[in-house]
C-alpha cells in the first residue's frame, strides 16, 4: 500500500517481502552458523558454548550486510545501524545459547541438533523484530502537509518570486 504523500520517494519493500526476503538471508545465516558449529565441534576441543557462540557470530556477519543491503533496503550510513544490529545480536546471542545449553543440559549432547534448531527458531523472530523497528527502521521524512520553507533572502526578494511565477 503506498502513501499518496510519499508516492515521489522510492519506498521500502512490503513487510511480507521483508519477511520472506528475511528467511532467505536468515537460512542463509542459519547455514553458515550451523556449517561452522559443525566443523568446530567436530574438529577442535572447543566447548560446544564457545562454538555456538564463534558460529553464531558467522552468520551474524553474513545477516548484517544482507538485511541492510537487501532485506530492508537500507541506504542510510550511520553508525548506528551496526551498533543497533550488534546490540540486538548480543541479546538473542545470549538466549540462543541459553537455549541450546538447556536442551543440551536436559536432553543429552546427542540432541545438538534439536538444540541448535529450537535455538535459532526463537531467535529468528526476536531478530525480526529488532531489525525491522531498531536497526533498520526506516526514518520518517517531511510529507507534502509539510510547509515549505523559503530562505529569509528569497522571501523579500521580488525578483526572485517574478522568476518561479513564470
Not at 531489525?131 to 521580488?158: C, G, N, Y
Request: charged share 15%; glycine share 8%; aromatic share 10%.
Amino acid at each position: 500500500m503506498h502513501n499518496s504523500s510519499r508516492s515521489s520517494e522510492i519506498s521500502r519493500p512490503e513487510v511480507s517481502t521483508q519477511i520472506v526476503r528475511f528467511l532467505v538471508i536468515g537460512g542463509s545465516s542459519v547455514a553458515i552458523d550451523g556449517l561452522c558449529y559443525a566443523l568446530i565441534t567436530s574438529f577442535s576441543a572447543l566447548s560446544p558454548d564457545l562454538a555456538k557462540g564463534l558460529s553464531y557470530l558467522g552468520g551474524m556477519l553474513f545477516g548484517f550486510w544482507g538485511n541492510k543491503l537487501w532485506t530492508f533496503e537500507s541506504k542510510q550510513r550511520s553508525l548506528s545501524e551496526p551498533l543497533l544490529y550488534v546490540l540486538i545480536y548480543a541479546c538473542t546471542l545470549g538466549i540462543n545459547i541459553g537455549i541450546n545449553r538447556l536442551v543440551l543440559s536436559l536432553a543429552g549432547d546427542e540432541f545438538r541438533l534439536l538444540g541448535f534448531f529450537l535455538a535459532t527458531g526463537v531467535t529468528t523472530v526476536a531478530n525480526f523484530v529488532g531489525m525491522k523497528f531498531l536497526a533498520f527502521r526506516e526514518k520518517q521524512t517531511p510529507t507534502e502537509t509539510t510547509p515549505h520553507v523559503i530562505p529569509l533572502d528569497e522571501a523579500f526578494d521580488s525578483s526572485s518570486v517574478e522568476r518561479k511565477a513564470a
